[in-house]
């Protein structure tokens, strides 16, 4: 009867232990909130290998980070550079436009802001945000080359936009 006494405690103590050891599942994180708008957007994804044909390059880009905003950068050597940037924090009217033309791109009222050797057209994207493509010949001349190859690339990524 003794063993009987000092079997039900030690059964007890001996579950008790087991369930110690016992992993508990951690309840499933929640989804992630799919992401809208830009930031829904990779940079260097925005050019598909037959558009970067059509505005002359030939390599894939490179992300960057310029301030808040995402980028991505091409290079034809010796002759262009292309920064393709998304800026989910300024609209195009935050940006500094002087010497800026208005201009339709797609279903767009864009800003094309020509320099010296460079272009700069700038596509409103929402509220508060912006796509600039900018284009810069390696010569810094031929603004009007340069203005040409930043439409071409605005043209290509417009419908691709939020």
């Keep these: 009867m003794a063993a009987r006494a000092l079997a039900g405690p030690a059964l007890a103590a001996g579950l008790l232990l087991a369930g110690c050891g016992a992993q508990v599942a951690a309840p499933p994180a929640p989804a992630p909130e799919p992401k809208t708008g830009l930031a829904a957007l990779a940079p260097c994804d ?7 044909s059509d505005a002359g390059l030939t390599s894939l880009g490179k992300d960057k980070v310029i301030g808040p905003a995402r980028a991505c950068d091409w290079t034809v050597s010796g002759l262009f550079g292309l920064t393709v940037t998304l800026d989910d924090t300024a609209a ?20 094309r802001v020509p320099g010296d050797g460079s272009c700069a057209v700038l596509l ?4 508060k945000a912006s796509v600039q493509v900018d284009v810069t010949n390696a010569s810094f001349r031929d603004t009007n080359l340069a203005c040409r190859r930043a439409v071409t690339v605005a043209q290509l990524i417009e419908p691709k936009l939020p």
């Excluded at 009217?93 to 033309?101: A, I, P, R």
């Excluded at 409103?124 to 509220?127: F, Q």
Aim: without cysteine; aromatic residues 0%; proline residues 6%.
């Design 46 to 52: 925005l050019l598909s290998s037959p558009d970067r």
């Design 92 to 111: 195009v009217t935050d940006l500094k436009t002087d010497g800026g033309k208005a201009l339709t791109v797609g279903r767009r009222e864009a800003t």
């Design 124 to 127: 409103p994207a929402g509220a």
